[in-house]
Structures are given as structure tokens and as C-alpha cells.
């Protein structure tokens, strides 16, 4: 399984971006998929997930209101809406995917993609 993240940038506070992960390889039936980040000298942290329907969903409390996860058509794509984007938002996001067959928050990933960064100006 790969997963390929695009979309990160250097954009100012109060900006927005669009990451979007890509799944290929060997699938599965079905498999939910998320965000984490991870800024300089921090620990990796959740910061939403989506069900393979799309209708279930789960975010950070520091993103809530301000991020939105999806889902593509062919469900093998998840893009990350964030809007009003603030310094503390910096970070290396990665997408990931659990094996999960009925839906909970993320928690574990069986897999990483590679990260993409993005940077938030002040």
C-alpha cells in the first residue's frame, strides 16, 4: 500500500490550503483514512479521520470549525480543507490508513504516507 500526500505550502495566517493523499497498491474492501501532523520537537498528533462512506468523521479540537476531511468518489482519496490557518498549524501532515472495518477515531494507522509540510506564516 503507498499513500502519496500533495498540497502543502507556505501560506499567511488566515489562509487556506487543500491537502489531498492518494491510495495505490494493494487495497482493501474497505478502510478508513486520516490526518496527523507533527511540528519541530513535538509529537505526532491526530488531527481528523473519515469513514469509508464518509459519513463519519472525527477531528482535534484545536482544528475543529476550521478543517474539513473528505473523501473522494472512488474512495481512495481524502483531501484536508484548512481554512484560517494559524502558526501553530505548522507542521509535516501525513496521511494514513486504517484497516478498520467498522469506524472509529483514528488511532493506530497500519500505514504512513510520506508528509507533506506546511508552513504558516505570521
Known amino acids: 500500500v503507498q499513500l502519496q500526500a500533495s498540497g502543502g505550502g507556505l501560506v499567511q495566517a488566515g489562509g487556506s490550503l487543500r491537502l489531498s493523499c492518494g491510495v495505490s497498491?494493494?487495497?482493501?474492501?474497505?478502510?478508513?483514512m486520516g490526518w496527523f501532523r507533527q511540528a519541530p520537537g513535538k509529537e505526532r498528533e491526530f488531527v481528523a479521520s473519515i469513514g469509508w462512506l464518509g459519513g463519519n468523521s472525527d477531528y482535534a479540537d484545536s482544528v475543529k470549525g476550521r478543517f474539513t476531511i473528505s473523501r473522494g468518489l472512488a474512495k481512495n482519496t481524502v483531501y484536508l480543507q484548512m481554512n484560517n490557518l494559524n502558526a501553530e498549524d505548522t507542521a509535516v501532515y501525513y496521511c494514513?490508513?486504517?484497516?478498520?472495518?467498522?469506524?472509529?477515531?483514528?488511532?493506530?494507522?497500519?500505514?504512513w504516507g510520506q508528509g507533506t509540510q506546511v508552513t504558516v506564516s505570521s
Open positions: 494514513a490508513v486504517d484497516r478498520q472495518t467498522v469506524y472509529s477515531r483514528m488511532i493506530s494507522p497500519d500505514y
Open positions: 497498491g494493494r487495497t482493501f474492501s474497505s478502510y478508513v
